[in-house]
């Protein structure tokens, strides 16, 4: 069965450090997102990229974080100089097109910025 | 705005049933969808429900929806031990892609 996929599982990285994250979404979808759960807290949503542009971004997804489709299967989230408060697990998710676009998610990046 | 919110613990008997509980705020939600995220595992859909529907069976899955009281549920029939997770309600608004979680509710069961 199709799924997405993310590398790494778990980063640890120094504050102030840039960090990528890396997704390989289910091939024919054309919807890609990331999402983030901090410890204890609810799954938010950060932004959606779809046609190679970002398509909707919430308020978290400020101007440290961007996001790249750089070939025709990777989907890319990078912060540019990480805080503690960006530690989170990190999902990246697709979905096909249409009326019910149900989204699959990868099992996701736990990011700890020290 | 949208919220969402969920119970956050439910501890069970394997072979009963487990009731997981959910309310919305937002009016214009189209489909809600229910979630599990097993240990170090991703999002896995488990159901969802057209907001224009009241209920929706799939196998041991029954979701309920009360469009006027904004609240959802989903029922495990005959909960096993592997269905020991998290379960997080979403809501995805009309015109948008996007979903908007609870915090999720931990279903814990006991042999």
């Known amino acids: 069965e199709p799924e997405v996929t993310q590398t790494p599982s778990h980063q640890v990285t120094q504050m102030g450090q840039e960090v990528i994250l890396r997704c390989v979404p289910i091939?024919?979808?054309?919807?890609f997102y990331w999402y983030r759960q901090i410890l204890g807290q609810k799954v938010e949503f950060l932004v959606s990229?779809?046609?190679?542009?970002?398509?909707?971004k919430s308020e978290i997804f400020d101007d440290q974080f961007s996001v790249e489709r750089p070939d025709g299967s990777n989907f890319t989230l990078k912060i540019r100089s990480t805080k503690l408060e960006d530690s989170a697990m990190y999902f990246c998710?697709?979905?096909?097109?249409?009326?019910?676009?149900?989204?699959?998610f990868g099992q996701g990046t736990r990011l700890t910025v020290v | 705005g949208e919220d969402v919110e969920q119970s956050l613990f439910l501890s069970v008997r394997e072979g009963d049933s487990s009731v997981i509980n959910c309310t919305y705020t937002?009016?214009?939600?189209?489909?809600l969808y229910w979630y599990k995220q097993e240990p170090g595992a991703g999002l896995q859909l488990l159901t969802y429900?057209?907001?224009?529907?009241d209920m929706k069976q799939d196998q041991r899955l029954t979701v309920l929806l009360n469009k006027k009281d904004k609240h959802l549920s989903l029922r495990i029939a005959d909960t096993q031990t592997g269905d020991s997770a998290i379960y997080f309600c979403?809501?995805?608004?009309?015109?948008?892609?996007?979903?908007?979680f609870g915090k999720g509710t931990m279903l814990l069961v006991s042999p």
């Open positions: 998710a697709s979905s096909g097109t249409g009326a019910n676009t149900e989204a699959f």
């Open positions: 429900i057209f907001s224009n529907m």
């Open positions: 937002d009016s214009s939600s189209t489909y």
């Open positions: 091939s024919n979808h054309l919807y």
């Open positions: 990229f779809y046609n190679n542009e970002i398509s909707e």
């Open positions: 979403a809501e995805r608004r009309w015109g948008y892609s996007t979903l908007t």
